[in-house]
């Protein structure tokens, strides 16, 4: 079974989605993350040491490889879509409740930004560390996120912007959280955002990159 679980990890950390993907070359005509998910399941593997011995040590390695500038977005993409393809089989499990998830994590792009390439990654990274991710898109209003954060009592906050134009919705997002619920953690991100930033708005914490916002939740889950 480790055996399995390596080569589920190897799919996962370089992009090998399943038998037809030629994504690695090195692993062509191999099966991909999606088989092996199903065959180590069907052989007696839990969903749960899928996910912590296969899952959630490639989608590490790959942000750690992104903080490096050794890997860049495209690689990053395939990775996660890698990893994508193993949850359609873990998924069930943690729906049904079988199989206990970490926590929540709720995520969106703010009110009046429309951009989600960052937001898209680190909901994937911080479901591959084994976490239910709520993803609510782009121009989320700070009414949209209280009231998910009222159905999911405990959730972590995640707001992204890319725009400087749409940092004070950020601002205004923070406030209004923290008016209902002053415990919530709210983390924050996106390329004009900065670490000074956060803390004038009063969220919990600014990451930069996917795993930063990983290393962040693993520290508050423990």
């Known amino acids: 079974m480790t055996e399995l679980l390596e080569r589920i990890s190897i799919c996962v950390e370089f992009g090998k989605v399943d038998l037809k993907s030629p994504y690695p070359p090195a692993l062509k005509d191999q099966q991909g993350a999606f088989e092996l998910t199903r065959i180590a399941l069907d052989s007696g593997v839990s969903p749960g040491v899928i996910l912590e011995e296969a899952l959630i040590p490639a989608m590490s390695r790959v942000g750690e490889k992104f903080s490096r500038n050794e890997i860049f977005v495209p690689q990053m993409l395939m990775a996660a879509k890698a990893m994508n393809s193993s949850m ?52 989320v209003s700070t009414e949209k996120f209280i009231e998910t954060a009222d159905k999911y009592p405990g959730a972590v906050i995640g707001l992204s912007a890319l725009l400087t134009t749409t940092m004070e919705n950020m601002r205004k ?29 009063g969220a919990d914490h600014y990451s930069p990159d996917p795993q930063g916002a990983v290393e962040f939740l693993k520290s508050i889950a423990q």
Do not use: Q
């Not at 998830?101 to 703010?110: D, H, L, P, Q, S």
């Not at 009046?112 to 390439?117: F, P, T």
């Not at 406030?175 to 708005?201: D, N, Q, W, Y």
């Open 88 to 139: 359609i089989h873990l998924r069930p499990f943690y729906l049904s409740g079988e199989t206990r998830r970490k926590g929540t994590f709720i995520v969106g792009t703010v009110t009046g930004d429309l951009h989600d390439i960052g937001k898209n990654l680190v909901a994937m990274m911080i479901e591959g560390a084994g976490w239910e991710v709520i993803d609510l898109g782009v121009d």
């Open 173 to 201: 997002t923070v406030a209004s959280l923290r008016e209902i619920r002053h415990s919530m953690k709210i983390l924050v991100g996106g390329a004009p955002v900065t670490p000074e930033f956060c803390v004038k708005i």
